[in-house]
């Protein structure tokens, strides 16, 4: 940013008439995908779609809190609320781990610098507007605030909140890498380390499937798929793929309406539950055979 609009929105700032501010939101480099989702909450009533730098905010109500700087310079650990309408975020970031390790933008400017297609014949009236005090401008902006997801604190039918960290927030990270926990597997469930690679075996919460099992390979659209059909969705964590798996309820045909990853009714998860018997459901535990169990079942008598 230039100094000249570095001082033009300080002096904003300053200014005892200022103007009103406008919180906008990005959400980028989400797991499995090239989206960047682009929000503002209706802060100040404003509650439509805002233009600003080219991009489209679209109107979704949130909450969040903790997003300054403390007192003794050290940074907080912000809570970011979505709504979640008709479970709309809970189907999206089904297939994408949750968005966590997202990259989450603040973008602080005024009404006064958003672009002219937030105002009404803006062309036509250009010098009502600038007597008025609008100057579109997506360069004069405050400082912008960046933060990570950590985790997904909450979810239900109304809201999804992600706790957020910063970048440099060490305590994110732990030494050694692997902690010590008793009937917890750390692994990724048919990925590195843990290398299932058999028929479906259970849900996560290690009720197991039953019947005649059939392999469809990778689920596509306009199929027809029985009960107990199975399928493979493919998902990328750090340019490495991993399949999921889906096993059919219902016999039905396939279309966008009923994805595996987002329709529970007529697909149900293959997912380990990441204890010591979901291990023992899939592995036999012989030496040509052994558990990949990711936890540490020995350090509960300690």
Known sequence: MSYKKQAKINAQL??????????????SQIPNTDDVIRFQGGINNM???????GE???????????????????????????????????????????????KVTRIRTFVRYLDKENFVNYE??????????????????????VWYINQKSEENKN???????????????????RRVINNYCSWKYRGKNCNYLGVPCADGNNVKFTGNL?????????????????????????????PIVFVATVDHTSSSANRPSSDSKTWVRDE???????????????????????????????
């Open 14 to 27: 300053f200014d005892n008439s200022k103007d009103t501010i406008v919180e906008l939101f990005e959400i």
């Open 47 to 53: 509650n439509t779609d805002i233009f600003f730098g």
């Open 56 to 102: 489209t905010y679209v109107y979704i109500p949130y909450e969040g809190n903790d997003f300054s700087t403390r007192a003794d310079g050290s940074m907080g650990r912000p809570r970011l609320k979505l709504f979640n309408h008709l479970g709309y975020f809970s189907k999206y970031i089904l297939d994408k781990d949750d968005m966590i390790k997202a």
């Open 124 to 145: 036509e009236d250009i010098e009502y507007w600038r007597k008025v005090g609008v100057h579109p401008d997506p360069t004069a902006t405050l400082r912008q605030d």
């Open 159 to 177: 809201f999804i909140e992600y706790e957020l960290a910063n970048a440099l927030d060490l305590e994110g990270v732990h030494i050694p890498k």
């Open 214 to 242: 059939v392999d469809r390979g990778t689920w596509v659209e306009n199929i027809a798929y029985n009960v107990n059909d199975y399928v493979f969705m493919i998902t990328y964590e750090a340019g490495v793929a991993r």
């Open 272 to 302: 380990c539950a990441k204890n010591l018997l979901g291990c023992k459901l899939r592995f036999e535990g012989t030496p040509n055979d052994p558990l990949r169990f990711g936890g540490f079942p020995s350090s509960r008598l300690f």
